[in-house]
């Protein structure tokens, strides 16, 4: 019987999921090797668990969702986690820094209708992960090796070394050289492509952080570059600032400066 | 429940991008209950806007859907643009609308070959779909490819792409690199030209009702990043005076914001709205083409929105190889930009229809207030009133049958609910 697979959404953009489409042919050569029983953004027919391996977008926060993650574990041989969302809270966990009360009032006229937990947390604060793809969005190349690992039945290998190798195999001028420009790039995980210092611009960290990234020395950097305190701070906290080696790093940054 | 009331529930709406249920309850052939459910939880997208330098937003507002990224970067950037007092080279804007092309192409290829077509041919996927009409997925894959690919080389990949920014591009292609992109375009002409004879031929459902279309209106051009917001219903007005116009409301024992316009009622934007007010700004080899498909334009049948998408395609692809055959590289990649204690909003025209972003700024360019109305948000009110025209028909149909028109009708809109910020659950029941 061909493995069984399935793709879940919480809160997210559906762009992780767009990149499990965006594998295009090789989506439909794995729909050869698997059986994609549950994947609604694609399809009509929802076939019950339990599933070999469940892909999961997006972040808990809402109650409800914190009850259909563990569902999602119990009917799930492996889970695996698709984006920043997933991985480490997305964009959305900036709310763990402020009031959620306060934001629902901010932007609807009926806040009390509005259900949200104060915090957007990862699928792994809530249950068990066996795997996490990184990325805002995750990349397709790094999707389909996963993927063939584990429905080949190995563990998966993606490497975790900085952006900045990248960057240097591609031969691209360093920005933060040439340009004096802000670049996440020296902390952040390789999968992009090193995208931002190929356009010209200081990478900000949609792939979370890399391989014991040194952000004591980072932040010093940010420091000599003319960042004021808040600026860099703005810096850790983006579309991965709840991943752990960022949020340690902002949240040091922050009670030195009093906040 | 008697034999001629029932309840309908579509409980995962399926093929739209982000989660949401139809609840429908129809009672000796009066709708008595109608919610379109969306499972998509806040996010919060306007809140922790506020704080953030102004030169950040492009790159969050594109969080906001991972569908259609360009729009929101779009509309941020006019906005920004407008509240700073930038102007903005020509040669930059010619270019923007090329990554706009982009867009529409891979968002409106991925919605007719992936999420819709698989509604008129009898299939729950497109991978049942592949099984059946191979050469067709493959061309939507095809065309989504070309448009990924215009994006790529602007923004460096189609998923929340990095160049855009206040006054332009971080980095501006060399002419060398438009040549290449154009020998992958070019062909992806035919495929689109393909598409259309394709959709043209399914059998479409005759939905007829008086329908209140709105979209962007330029003077010359199909609209994308500019023009007058308008509509079927006589309104000609300024971009900045869309909050005058258009009214949002958080409705009780409803899911979502409902939007009305000059307090008449629901409206629809997007292709089928962009056409009716637009189809004068064709090309005439475009318009040649959409003459030519078996519908009268303008027209109120929202079913027809799939040939309105692909008649877009084509008109993307032309548009794109106009821009790219014209191309002169700008002598600066982006305008500079000094912030100002400030206002400003934009109307671009996302693949769904008008997006409206508005920001305040503080004197150092951070963000004091955001306000973002995306295109599904405001078809919201608009696909309910259509389900409940249709919801008196489908009590003598079987279930099934009755579901599939129901998701078949709100697919038409192509919603794209994790877009629509201010969807909400449903927390409030009983009156």
Same mark, same amino acid.
């Given at each position: 019987?061909?493995?069984?697979l399935a793709v879940?959404k919480f809160?997210?953009?559906d762009?992780?999921q767009?990149?499990v489409l965006n594998?295009g042919?090789?989506l439909?050569a794995l729909a050869?090797?698997?059986?994609?029983a549950?994947?609604p953004e694609a399809?009509?027919?929802a076939?019950?668990?339990?599933?070999?391996?469940?892909?999961?977008?997006?972040?808990i926060?809402t109650? !409800?969702?914190a009850e259909? +993650?563990v569902?999602v @574990?119990a009917d =799930?041989?492996?889970l695996v986690?698709i984006? $920043?969302? !997933?991985?480490?809270?997305? +964009?959305?966990?900036? @709310?763990?820094? =402020?009031?959620?009360e306060?934001?629902?009032r $901010?932007?609807?006229?009926h806040?009390?209708?509005?259900?949200a937990?104060?915090t =957007?947390t990862?699928?792994a604060a809530h249950?068990?992960v066996?795997?996490e793809?990184w990325?805002c969005?995750i990349?397709?190349g790094?999707l389909l090796t996963?993927l063939r690992?584990?429905?080949?039945g190995?563990?998966?290998g993606?490497?975790?070394?900085?952006?900045?190798?990248?960057?240097?195999r591609?031969?691209l001028t360093c920005?933060?050289?040439?340009?004096?420009?802000?670049?996440l790039g020296?902390?952040?995980?390789?999968?992009c492509?090193?995208?931002?210092p190929?356009?010209?611009?200081?990478?900000y960290?949609c792939?979370?952080?890399?391989?014991a990234p040194?952000l004591?020395a980072?932040?010093?950097?940010l420091a000599q570059q003319g960042?004021?305190?808040?600026?860099?701070l703005?810096?850790l906290?983006g579309i991965?600032?709840y991943?752990p080696?960022?949020r340690?790093?902002?949240d040091?940054?922050a009670?030195e400066?009093g906040? | 429940?008697?034999?001629?009331?029932?309840?309908?529930?579509?409980?995962t709406?399926?093929?739209?991008?982000g989660e949401?249920?139809?609840?429908?309850?129809v009672?000796?052939g009066e709708v008595?209950d109608?919610?379109?459910?969306?499972f998509e939880?806040p996010r919060f997208?306007e809140?922790?806007?506020?704080g953030?330098d102004?030169?950040?937003?492009?790159d969050?507002?594109?969080r906001?859907c991972?569908i259609?990224p360009?729009a929101?970067?779009?509309?941020?950037v006019?906005?920004?643009e407008?509240?700073?007092?930038v102007?903005?080279?020509?040669?930059?804007?010619?270019?923007?609308r090329?990554y706009?092309?982009?867009?529409w192409?891979?968002?409106?290829a991925?919605?007719?070959?992936?999420?819709a077509a698989?509604?008129f041919?009898?299939c729950?996927?497109?991978?049942e779909?592949?099984?059946?009409?191979?050469?067709?997925?493959?061309?939507?894959m095809?065309?989504k490819?070309?448009?990924?690919a215009?994006?790529?080389?602007?923004?460096?990949?189609?998923?929340?792409?990095?160049?855009?920014?206040?006054?332009g591009f971080?980095?501006v292609p060399r002419?060398a690199?438009?040549?290449?992109?154009?020998?992958?375009l070019a062909?992806a002409?035919?495929?689109?030209?393909?598409?259309?004879?394709?959709?043209?031929?399914?059998?479409?459902p005759?939905r007829?009702g008086e329908?209140?279309?709105?979209?962007?209106?330029?003077?010359?051009e199909?609209p994308m990043n500019?023009?007058r917001?308008t509509?079927t219903?006589?309104?000609?007005a300024?971009?900045?005076?869309?909050?005058?116009?258009?009214?949002?409301?958080?409705?009780?024992?409803?899911t979502?914001?409902?939007?009305?316009?000059?307090?008449?009622?629901?409206y629809?934007?997007?292709?089928l709205?962009r056409?009716?007010?637009?189809v004068?700004?064709l090309?005439p080899?475009v318009?040649?083409?959409?003459?030519?498909?078996?519908v009268?334009?303008?027209?109120?049948?929202?079913?027809t929105?799939?040939i309105?998408?692909?008649?877009e395609?084509?008109?993307a692809i032309?548009?794109?190889?106009?821009l790219?055959?014209?191309?002169e590289?700008?002598v600066?990649?982006?305008a500079?930009v000094t912030?100002?204690?400030?206002?400003g909003?934009?109307?671009?025209e996302a693949?769904?229809?008008?997006?409206?972003q508005a920001?305040?700024?503080?004197?150092a360019?951070?963000?004091q207030?955001?306000r973002?109305?995306?295109?599904t948000?405001?078809?919201?009110a608009?696909i309910?009133?259509?389900?409940?025209?249709?919801?008196p028909?489908?009590l003598a149909?079987p279930?099934?049958?009755?579901?599939r028109?129901?998701?078949?009708?709100?697919?038409?809109y192509?919603?794209?609910?994790?877009?629509a910020?201010?969807f909400?659950?449903?927390e409030?029941?009983e009156r």
């Open positions: 019987m061909k493995p069984r879940f809160a997210s953009c762009g992780c767009l990149q594998a042919e090789q439909l050869g090797a698997a059986d994609i549950y994947f399809s009509s027919r076939r019950p668990g339990p599933y070999d391996i469940a892909l999961v977008e997006g972040s926060t109650a !409800a969702d259909r +993650i569902r @574990r =799930s041989r492996l986690t984006g $920043a969302c !997933a991985t480490a809270g997305g +964009i959305q966990a900036l @709310r763990n820094w =402020s009031d959620v306060e934001y629902k $901010a932007v609807y006229p806040p009390e209708w509005v259900a937990l104060a =957007s990862p699928i249950v068990r066996d795997y793809l990325g969005p990349d397709v790094q996963v690992a584990l429905l080949a190995v563990p998966p993606l490497p975790a070394h900085s952006v900045c190798l990248d960057c240097k591609r031969g920005v933060v050289v040439a340009q004096g420009a802000p670049c020296p902390v952040t995980r390789t999968g492509g090193a995208i931002c190929g356009l010209q611009r200081g990478c960290g792939f979370g952080p890399s391989d040194n004591e980072f932040t010093g950097l960042l004021t305190r808040d600026e860099a703005r810096r906290r991965n600032g991943a080696a960022f340690k790093a902002g040091a940054m009670n400066s906040e | 429940m008697t034999a001629r009331s029932r309840t309908i529930e579509v409980k709406l399926a093929r739209v991008e949401g249920s139809l609840h429908l309850t009672e000796r008595t109608l919610r379109l459910e969306i939880p997208f809140a922790f806007l506020r953030r102004a030169s950040e937003v492009p969050l507002t594109a906001i991972g259609c360009v929101y970067q779009m509309s941020a006019h906005a920004l407008r509240a700073f007092g102007e903005v080279d020509p040669r930059v804007r010619a270019l923007r090329l706009y092309c982009g867009e192409i891979e968002s409106h991925l919605h007719v070959h992936l999420l698989p509604d041919l009898g729950a996927s497109v991978v779909l592949a099984a059946k009409d191979r050469a067709a997925v493959e061309r939507g095809r065309l490819k070309a448009g990924d215009i994006i790529r080389l602007l923004g460096g990949r189609s998923v929340h792409p990095v160049g855009a920014c206040i006054g971080t980095r002419p690199e438009l040549h290449v992109l154009r020998d992958t062909p002409g035919d495929d689109a030209l393909a598409t259309l004879r394709w959709v043209g031929g399914f059998e479409l005759q007829h329908i209140e279309f709105v979209a962007l209106r330029h003077p010359d199909y500019e023009g917001l509509s219903g006589g309104l000609n300024p971009q900045e005076a869309f909050d005058s116009h258009v009214e949002e409301r958080q409705v009780p024992h409803s979502s914001l409902h939007a009305t316009l000059d307090g008449r009622g629901p629809c934007v997007g292709p709205a056409l009716n007010l637009n004068d700004r090309p080899e318009a040649t083409v959409a003459s030519s498909c078996g009268a334009w303008p027209n109120a049948n929202t079913a929105s799939i309105a998408r692909a008649i395609i084509v008109y032309h548009e794109a190889l106009r790219i055959d014209t191309y590289p700008p600066r990649a982006a500079p912030p100002r204690a400030s206002r909003s934009a109307i671009t693949p769904r229809g008008i997006l409206y920001y305040e700024t503080d004197a360019g951070r963000i207030n955001a973002i109305v995306p295109p948000s405001q078809n919201l608009q309910e009133a259509e389900l409940r025209v249709l919801a028909t489908l149909l279930r099934a049958e009755a579901t028109q129901c998701e078949a009708l709100i697919r038409s192509d919603p794209c609910i994790s877009c910020t201010h909400l659950r449903l409030v029941e």
